[in-house]
């Protein structure tokens, strides 16, 4: 596989020319980037429209059959348990095909795709290891990993541990640098991802009122079509915003350069 790179990876950036180089890479490399993940970027979307269509169709059936019929509740015991379970195995697919997605991507970088997929998603599996400990920091230690977990996916030759041990200190000196990144980043893109996926939240929002509606007695009042518009509606949405936060990528891709462009120039000062 070729590199799309052109930019040089190793240049002095601010947080604002780390986003913007980001980006051009990002849009003047699309059709690349699509070609490398739009099978990986549909199987996420079926999965995750499976998933939302089991929360958002299911499970509020289930649970207004449970209330319409109190005094029985405990025979419903076993569906919430296989549903529940479903939905959360569902969900832990969705993330781990999100993060093949992520490699997927990010193997337009590095030209090594199997072991770039394969540090992605060992990446997503070390920073749940590492949640509690974000959390109970408020996400002040959580901030440096960014550099890190890239560095990790991009070079195939490093351990994660081996890293986070010998540069997390080295890291932190740029906490700064990151966090005006991942804010900018998450708030914008953010907001797309909130757009995009308006129609899902309509439909949700429909299909729960409709359900509430029936416990109280009224008819459900509910396309016999819902459940397969649902689930398309969630697949193209899915589908679109992975493609909304994959930017990101590429922004800490040149931060990450960024950063180690600082890191050599301060080695060789001394």
């Known amino acids: 596989m070729q590199k799309t790179t052109q930019e040089p990876l190793l240049k002095d950036r601010s947080p604002q020319s780390s986003i913007a180089t980001g980006m051009r890479h990002y849009i003047s490399h699309f059709r690349t980037i699509v070609k490398a993940t739009w099978p990986i970027a549909t199987l996420t979307a079926i999965v995750s429209a499976l998933t939302s269509t089991a929360f958002y169709i299911y499970w509020p059936e289930l649970i207004t059959h449970i209330y319409q019929d109190l005094t029985n509740a405990a025979n419903y015991a076993g569906d919430y348990i ?46 749940v290891l590492l949640l509690p400990l974000c959390i109970l920091s408020l996400g002040i230690l959580a901030v440096p990993l960014t550099y890190i977990t890239t560095k990790y996916v991009i070079e195939s030759d490093k351990g994660f541990f081996p ?6 200190t080295t890291s932190f000196r740029y906490w700064f640098r990151q966090f005006v ?20 939240y309509i439909l949700a929002e429909a299909n729960w009122q409709a359900r509430t509606g029936v416990i109280g007695g009224d008819p459900l009042g509910m396309p016999s079509y819902i459940t397969a518009l649902t689930f398309g509606t969630c697949m193209i949405v899915t589908f679109l915003q992975l493609y909304v936060w994959l930017p990101m990528l590429f922004i800490l891709y040149y931060l990450y350069g960024s950063i180690e462009s600082f890191v050599l120039r301060v080695n060789n000062e001394r």
Request: aromatic residues 6%; charged residues 5%; glycine residues 6%.
């Open 82 to 127: 296989f549903l529940l379970a479903t939905i959360v195995t569902l969900c832990l697919i969705t993330l781990i095909m999100t993060a093949v997605f992520t490699g997927a991507a990010a193997s337009t970088l590095t030209g090594k795709k199997k072991t770039t997929i394969t540090h992605s998603v060992k990446a997503l599996l070390f920073l």
């Open 181 to 200: 990144v991942l804010v900018v980043c998450i708030i914008v893109i953010g907001v797309l991802h909130l757009l995009l996926g308006l129609p899902v």
């Open 163 to 168: 890293l986070l041990f010998h540069k997390y």
